[in-house]
């Protein structure tokens, strides 16, 4: 993918990252949401693409002067949202099309490659998106929402929406509803709240906010998702 | 490495990869066969040496506006030769040894920074690569061909050259063998040949023609490799 | 933090690792002194930080024109020591505060994001690091030092500072023990003593001096940590 952009343009590469959980499109659209807004406006290249070859559309996603290119499988939405939020409303998202023929183009295992990469030289090179060879507006794609957890007077559900590198475990909870609290009952078991993991001793659970600002459940020096027993897409009860 | 190209040159460094098969030399000569070509001319280098410390030669390998800088034990030369595939023959590989001083100037651990580093940023800055200090034309190197696969009225025998990080169990044999089939048979065994991926259930497997024009063994969203129960070199034999 | 970086300046970002093992200070001031001083002078951004979210500081380590960006823990001390070293002392480490409010503008859990990008970008663009916003001399802040082996007339006796990823584990006993030697005792047991991996058969277990300088235990072709059952901080007798 780089070659193939590096023969396009000589736009800086940045890389983000190599590693998002594979075919998992929901933790690389909760990844991108907390990582592009810290970009400075950009085209971005997202390919976490399970349905490579079939025909799902292949897309561009313009908000607050960054060009989003990905699969359109939602992967892109929350980002886009975000970023819409950071400037305050004050930009649309605007959807368009890249159109590639499957069958003299493109491979059906690597649209990496053969789709994303050019289009993303392309859409990098104009002035407009919709100035780039093969591109148009759309108003139809797919959407990727994350669930919104229930609030009740002494508790909060929500999910595990992922886990990240070091085990730590990032919940759809906001993580206001720990102000003030010095415990709270996960799923029934009671944990400490605490600021920082260093506030516990090694290899002891906390409850904490995370830097994405959601409740995360994790441990010092150690693994959250083992020590509290949860998974992505678990559902969390938090009581206080 | 990069520190030791950047205290000589200010080249634009573009990571490929960090995350080759340890120690596999036809592992990275073939993923470099597939890459490299995707690039424009540039200095490539490439360190998975084996043979570090031992008498085995430094060299780089020249086609088609692409230097190649290499241990001497066969990992560019699949690279050269599609590269010079891509230029319709019109260029010759050419091959320079890369003298270096084993006693005094280099570990016997890492020749990627002490001899390979710092010979990429002498062949990046040199105008003819023979122009670079201590880099002269050689007509011996060490070779490596990928097996041939063998056909038959109605069947192929090949063997797995490697096993991506998806668990894609890629194998020598042509694609083309799959035109028009619905099904062929795995070392014995019946499997269902498709486009893409999802085009199967999730966790399902398939034979399936992968991003290098090669037959592929897959599962959609799983592990080929797994599924097929093959390895790197294992023999298959495809009927249909 | 690339992105907060990408906001504030329009330095050039290499990457050099994303790997150290997590939440270990030493193992990650152990490779920094092995790579930073083959780096032409530069800003440098470590975040290896245990203790986000705690009192600890924020400091910039600057000596013979680089400038490490790092956690008050001791990371960063070894880089500079051997940095020093290569200036033949004729450079001083200077240490500097980096001022931050943890209450309002930082979360307690990324501080990457949150202080040492946003600090890097600034020293990076000051003339001098005291110029940078919100950073002042200091002269406190945490040492780390790896300990020193000790000799006797037929050994020496030291520890595991590092494995690698190959599996290659590194002491802090000095190479030269092992000049002119066939064979040394580790631990009780004799080994062979070999300038390159490939002088063994593989899977044939060797000691060498590594790249680093000091003894090192491998294994040709496989993982020299498992073959003499040693791991990080492990105490290592060597006898001749």
């Known amino acids: 993918m780089k070659g193939v952009i590096l023969r396009q343009t000589d736009a800086r590469l940045v890389d983000i990252a190599h590693d998002f959980p594979r075919q998992d499109v929901r933790a690389a659209a909760f990844w991108?949401?907390?990582?592009?807004?810290?970009?400075?406006?950009a085209t971005h290249l997202v390919v976490v693409d399970p349905g490579v070859g079939t025909d799902r559309a292949a897309i561009v996603v313009e908000v607050a002067g960054h060009r989003i290119v990905a699969p359109d499988n939602g992967v892109a939405l929350p980002a886009a949202r975000r970023l819409k939020e950071r400037a305050d409303g004050e930009t649309e998202i605007q959807v368009y099309d890249?159109?590639?023929?499957?069958?003299?183009?493109?491979?059906?295992?690597f649209h990496g490659r053969d789709v994303f990469a050019p289009a993303a030289a392309r859409v990098h090179e104009a002035d407009a998106v919709a100035d780039a060879s093969g591109i148009?507006?759309?108003?139809?794609?797919?959407?990727?929402?994350?669930?919104?957890?229930?609030?009740?007077?002494?508790?909060a559900t929500g999910e595990v929406l992922v886990v990240d590198d070091f085990g730590n475990t990032i919940t759809n909870i906001p993580g206001h509803v720990l102000d003030d609290r010095q415990r709270v009952t996960v799923n029934g078991e009671s944990a400490p709240v605490r600021d920082a993991y260093a506030?516990?001793?090694?290899?002891e659970r906390l409850v904490t906010v995370g830097s994405h600002g959601n409740v995360e459940f994790a441990v010092n020096q150690g693994r959250g998702d083992e020590a509290f027993d949860l998974s992505v897409g678990d559902s969390v009860s938090l009581t206080w």
Chains 1, 2, 3 share one sequence.
Do not use: K
Request: charged share 30%.
């Open 32 to 41: 991108l949401r907390e990582v592009l807004p810290e970009f400075p406006a």
């Open 98 to 109: 890249i159109a590639y023929d499957d069958d003299t183009t493109a491979s059906n295992t």
């Open 136 to 155: 148009s507006a759309t108003d139809e794609w797919v959407d990727l929402q994350f669930p919104d957890p229930v609030f009740d007077e002494d508790s």
């Open 199 to 203: 506030q516990m001793d090694s290899g």
